[in-house]
């Protein structure tokens, strides 16, 4: 492909061999228009869209492992040049690239509780991508993968006393059991003065 500058110099070799003056203008005109003629605009990419996954996956534990199953058509097909997965003490980002025209993301910014980083792994089966998390304690139980926001929390209490009405305390039959110190009825502690005591 000639570049720019070839044009040019074509253009005033030409300029060079003709002498009627009509063509010298044209040429000229061309030669000019060359010079202040702009790159043709280059198409950039059109970037490729990100899927993220938030459905399609479980998980499992036990004493020592968080194990992760991500639904994946055609997993067993991937490279793992293609997979990255990142993961922090709290998180883990799980990417596959350029698979069907899109990327495809699996995050989740707080684990319930933590790993070790160092000894996550992933492996590719047929039509599943199977994540393995270590955990730091050992032998800990998650409730659920994901730590949840205190508002989350508080949400999921009153969905559950909603259906289910509040919960009583009832111990040893006594509805209104005092919570406010460990110790039994007419013990106290330094900081709890029994009732009618001034202070």
Excluded at 16 to 45: A, F, G, H
Excluded at 134 to 143: A, G
Excluded at 166 to 192: L, M, Q, V, W
Aim: hydrophobic share 30%; net charge positive; with cysteine.
């Amino acid at each position: 492909m000639n570049t720019k500058e070839e044009h040019i110099q074509e253009l005033k070799r030409l300029k060079d061999l003709t002498t009627v003056p009509s063509v010298q203008k044209v040429l000229e005109d061309l030669i000019t228009e060359n010079r202040v003629m702009r790159e043709p605009i280059r198409r950039s990419k059109a970037q490729i869209q990100t899927i993220y996954i938030t459905t399609g996956f479980a998980w499992n534990q036990t004493p020592t492992s968080i194990i992760i199953y991500i639904n994946f058509k055609d997993a067993g097909t991937l490279s793992t040049d293609n997979c990255s997965m990142n993961t922090t003490p709290r998180s883990l980002e799980f990417n596959v690239f350029n698979h069907n025209s899109a990327h495809h993301k699996f995050k989740i910014n707080q684990l319930y509780s933590f790993i070790q980083p160092e000894k996550s792994s992933f492996k590719l089966k047929e039509h599943k991508i199977v994540i393995s998390l270590t955990k730091k304690n050992l032998d800990s139980v998650w409730l659920d993968l994901r730590m949840k926001s205190t508002q989350k929390t508080y949400q999921e209490l009153e969905r559950y006393e909603k259906i289910n009405g509040p919960k009583r305390n009832n111990i040893n039959g006594n509805n209104n059991a005092n919570y406010d110190t460990p110790f039994k009825e007419g013990s106290y502690c330094s900081h709890h003065l029994a009732q009618g005591e001034p202070s």
